[in-house]
């Protein structure tokens, strides 16, 4: 089923100046009371195979260790950069991080996850390779706490997005392309950046959802095919629903209106020609919260929900998803819920197996012509 969207809503990509040969990689790290992961993060920076980068961390308000940890590296190299700030959310600290760094590429990095040894160099050479795209995105590798299993790649049922989304994008909500990673998978050039942060300090979690949906509205998107970081399950996620508590609910829904707030006021800014909603719409997050709480106006939620353009923005496979749920009891839907939403094994399996039935292969991305490359020797990584 093809997404309802206008044949040409006004938006333009925008120009990008060339790369120098050797960019300065500027790596942002938001870090609340991971100190049992901290030094593993911070080390597989350290450790990059590309060697022009910074590191600005901004703890926000941890009481777990943390500051020990980020002073002893601070004081051992000079590439980091730490800033303590009063616990006020990600999006703040990220805010903290980037308003002081320098460089001309803008990755980052979760506190409890780990870059390849070849990431910073991969990046780069695709970013040269590409001279268009201003966002890279890459594969990564799920994880348990301990490091001793691989849990399955990211994206697992879809292949990256790539090329310039922005132009068919539909806007009549907040959209994701399908297949987008996590915040350790999004990589940006500086101009791009520029035109989204600082970030909404209402996202105290989930901030780089707002990167996810505004970034393919600016600049085409080039996809690297291979994992280049590992992506840690340990229960204490920020996206763990496995209690699935009325409060964790509540604040999905209030993050929802966050990004709903800011995604309108950037468009707003913008040359889309298309009109702009003045209510945010229903999302799964407000169904789920009402079921939840035994709203008596669930159904109604539910309605909106299936109606409006958050779920036609959604894969097939979780609008059917979505439409079975309304059959649910309770208890069963509750359940179903986690596995849809959560990050169980289960979910892992049964987005293999729906990728074995579609037949979905691993895309690959061709380079642009190689006389458009800023530096001579970029490699064949990425594409529009």
């Known amino acids: 089923?093809?997404?309802?969207?206008?044949?040409?809503?006004?938006?333009?990509?925008?120009?990008?100046?060339?790369?120098?040969?050797?960019?300065?990689?500027?790596?942002?790290?938001?870090?609340?009371?991971?100190?049992?992961?901290?030094?593993?993060?911070?080390?597989?920076?350290?450790?990059?195979?590309?060697?022009?980068?910074?590191?600005?961390?901004?703890?926000?308000?941890?009481?777990?260790?943390?500051?020990?940890?980020?002073?002893?590296?601070?004081?051992?190299?000079?590439?980091?950069?730490?800033?303590?700030?009063?616990?006020?959310?990600?999006?703040?600290?990220?805010?903290?991080?980037?308003?002081?760094?320098?460089?001309?590429?803008?990755?980052?990095?979760?506190?409890?996850?780990?870059?390849?040894?070849?990431?910073?160099?991969?990046?780069?050479?695709?970013?040269?390779a590409v001279p268009s795209a201003g966002f890279l995105v890459h594969k990564l590798i799920r994880v348990d706490a301990a490091r001793r299993r691989r849990l399955g790649e990211i994206p697992l049922a879809y292949a990256l997005p790539s090329g310039w989304l922005g132009a068919s994008a539909p806007l009549d909500a907040p959209w994701l392309p399908p297949g987008m990673p996590p915040c350790s998978a999004l990589c940006l050039r500086r101009e791009v950046a520029e035109r989204i942060f600082p970030l909404p300090i209402g996202l105290r979690a989930f901030a780089d959802t707002i990167i996810q949906a505004l970034a393919p509205l600016i600049t085409p998107v080039a996809a690297l095919d291979r994992p280049l970081g590992q992506y840690r399950i340990h229960g204490a996620n920020a996206a763990a629903v496995s209690k699935l508590s009325k409060s964790h609910l509540r604040r999905l829904v209030d993050f929802d209106t966050e990004l709903w707030r800011a995604w309108r006021a950037f468009l707003a800014a913008s040359s889309c020609k298309h009109p702009m909603p003045s209510e945010p719409p229903s999302t799964q997050n407000t169904y789920v919260y009402a079921r939840f709480r035994g709203d008596p106006a669930a159904k109604d939620v539910y309605r909106a929900f299936v109606s409006g353009p958050r779920f036609r923005g959604l894969p097939a496979m979780y609008r059917a998803f979505w439409r079975l749920s309304a059959r649910l009891p309770d208890g069963m839907f509750r359940k179903a819920v986690k596995l849809v939403q959560g990050q169980r094994s289960a979910k892992l399996l049964l987005a293999r197996v729906l990728r074995r039935i579609r037949g979905t292969k691993d895309v690959q991305y061709a380079f642009d012509r190689p006389d458009q490359r800023a530096c001579p020797k970029a490699g064949k990584s990425a594409g529009d």
């Open 1 to 128: 089923m093809r997404l309802r969207q206008p044949r040409n809503n006004g938006l333009l990509p925008i120009s990008l100046p060339p790369l120098s040969c050797t960019p300065l990689v500027a790596v942002l790290v938001a870090n609340y009371n991971y100190a049992a992961y901290l030094a593993e993060s911070i080390d597989s920076v350290l450790h990059q195979s590309y060697a022009n980068f910074e590191l600005v961390i901004c703890d926000d308000g941890s009481t777990d260790g943390s500051r020990a940890i980020l002073d002893r590296y601070r004081a051992a190299d000079p590439r980091i950069q730490t800033i303590f700030q009063e616990n006020t959310g990600q999006a703040a600290a990220l805010n903290a991080a980037f308003k002081i760094s320098r460089g001309q590429i803008v990755c980052f990095l979760d506190s409890d996850d780990l870059y390849a040894p070849e990431k910073l160099a991969s990046i780069t050479e695709a970013f040269a």
